[in-house]
């Protein structure tokens, strides 16, 4: 398991050290969901839209 090998080569044996541990675990937790910047754009679901979108790349690329 991933989470084995992450806590295996350290020990925390006093408070103050699982109460830091325990305060990135929670923040960790808190930002895991949120995007980092927020993203323009739109989802094409249409066949239509989808293959003028495709035909615009196209040629833009030559």
Do not use: C, W, Y
């Amino acid at each position: 398991m991933a989470t084995s090998s992450i806590t295996h080569n350290f020990v925390i044996d006093n408070p103050e050290s699982v109460k830091r541990f325990v305060d990135s675990l929670d923040a960790a937790e808190k930002f895991a969901g949120q995007p980092l910047q927020p993203l323009n754009g739109r989802i094409l679901t249409e066949q239509d839209d989808i293959l003028a979108f495709a035909a615009r790349i196209k040629s833009n690329a030559k």
